[in-house]
């Protein structure tokens, strides 16, 4: 039996590919420290005796017995509510976190894979987003912590793959959502979410005009899957190329909660990305990959998860 580790596993998206790594009967150890991710999050695999959960830091060495096969690096704050919360250990988990799990990659001659993020393009002067862009980041920035760290660890990965042999992926995700997000997460989908079943009014940063493209956590999890099991080295972008402004997804949002809070409008947050849509070109050509699942789809079940929470009175 395949040996995955996976840091971050307790969280929103590691938790997902938690999933579909037991489908394919693997053993996995999750490595999580729950500073934002859940145990509630796996805990439908309690009894499952092929998941290890080992609550630790990540930046910490790491020892796991017995063969590894795959290794994949997905703990970090991700959200801009964590990550202004928690600079510090942000910037470790890219920083010493990727030193750690590259080091037990290197040692068991695992596949390692880097979750990045679309942030490594900064505020893009390009666009949409191709992997040979090198990005618009200001490196002293409130969001630099998120940024320069899943920069840095995208340096390091393929310092490590060039210079040691590590056979080595780097995945660029973009916005994803999907059931399993906190209520409290501070992206803009679980914000408008949480804002319109309470009734509250819906903030919105800036004038509305700010466009994101959302992925679907299953599209997500189905293009790592791929990549994982790849042999490619580069980074690789995987996101939903449709593209939304603030005010189209509030009014998708609204619809599909029945809501009828107000908008109200707050200033932009310094260096907040005006435009974000990846060219998946590579994904689709390498991989196969393209996301499957359009926003008013993905929306349903997100939403029945929040309203789920909500009447659990739960912070997932």
Not at 16 to 26: K, P, T
Not at 113 to 139: I, R
Not at 256 to 272: E, N
Request: include cysteine; hydrophobic fraction near 40%.
């Amino acid at each position: 039996m395949d040996c995955a580790v996976i840091s971050g596993g307790a969280g929103f998206v590691g938790s997902h590919l938690v999933d579909a790594l037991i489908a394919r009967e693997m053993r996995v150890v999750v490595i999580d420290n729950l500073l934002t991710g859940n145990p509630a999050n796996l805990a439908h695999l309690a009894q499952d005796a092929r998941l290890t959960l080992l609550q630790q830091d990540c930046t910490r060495p790491v020892t796991v017995p017995g063969p590894v096969h795959y290794v994949l690096h997905f703990a970090s704050p991700a959200s801009p509510t964590d990550y202004l919360e928690h600079p510090l250990e942000t910037m470790f988990a890219g920083a010493y976190g990727t030193h750690q799990l590259l080091e037990l990659a290197r040692a068991h001659g695992a596949r390692f894979l880097m979750a990045s993020t679309s942030e490594v393009y900064g505020d893009p002067l390009v666009h949409p987003q191709t992997e040979s862009y090198f990005g618009n980041v200001n490196p002293i920035g409130p969001r630099s912590v998120y940024d320069e760290a899943k920069r840095y660890a995208e340096a390091l990965t393929m310092a490590y793959h060039r210079s040691c042999g590590v056979n080595t992926g780097i995945v660029r995700i973009f916005n994803t959502y999907g059931p399993r997000m906190r209520l409290h997460d501070g992206r803009a989908i679980p914000n408008f979410i949480y804002q319109a079943l309470t009734g509250q009014p819906l903030t919105m940063y800036g004038d509305g005009a700010t466009t994101r493209s959302f992925t679907y956590v299953s599209d997500l999890v189905d293009g790592v899957m791929r990549l994982l099991m790849s042999e490619i080295h580069e980074p690789v972008n995987v996101g939903n190329p449709t593209e939304y402004t603030m005010l189209q997804l509030v009014q998708q949002i609204l619809e599909v909660t029945g809501s009828q809070s107000p908008i109200v409008f707050q200033p932009a947050m310094q260096d907040d990305p005006k435009v974000r849509k990846p060219d998946i070109t590579r994904a689709q050509t390498l991989l196969g990959w393209q996301p499957t699942v359009e926003l008013a789809e993905g929306l349903v079940p997100t939403v029945a998860a929040f309203r789920a929470a909500l009447n659990g009175d739960s912070d997932k």
